[in-house]
């Protein structure tokens, strides 16, 4: 069984399945955002804040956090 971690404030995702953490400023998130080819597959996990860091799944979820991407992958990856 695959450990599950706390990537942010009420929200865990499985660790093994995490393909990548961005900050929003990248030029790709900012490309994915925009686009509608995740045909709805985002999630917005931000609770009103603003978003800092972006989760790619393997499933080809991608997961929106307030929280700054540095935070995020080392709460993932230690």
């Known amino acids: 069984m ?3 971690v706390r ?6 995702v499985v660790k093994g399945r995490v393909v990548a953490v961005v900050p929003v400023s990248s030029t790709i998130s900012r490309r994915i955002r925009a ?3 995740i045909g ?4 917005n ?11 790619f799944m393997d499933s080809g979820h991608v997961l929106l956090l307030a929280d ?6 080392k ?3 230690g």
């Open 68 to 73: 700054s991407a540095a935070d995020v992958k």
């Open 45 to 55: 996990l931000t609770y009103g804040k603003e978003c800092n860091s972006i989760i």
């Open 7 to 12: 990537a942010s404030e009420n929200v865990y």
């Open 40 to 43: 709805g597959k985002i999630v």
């Open 75 to 77: 709460r993932i990856w």
């Open 35 to 37: 686009s509608n080819q």
């Open 2 to 4: 695959e450990p599950i």
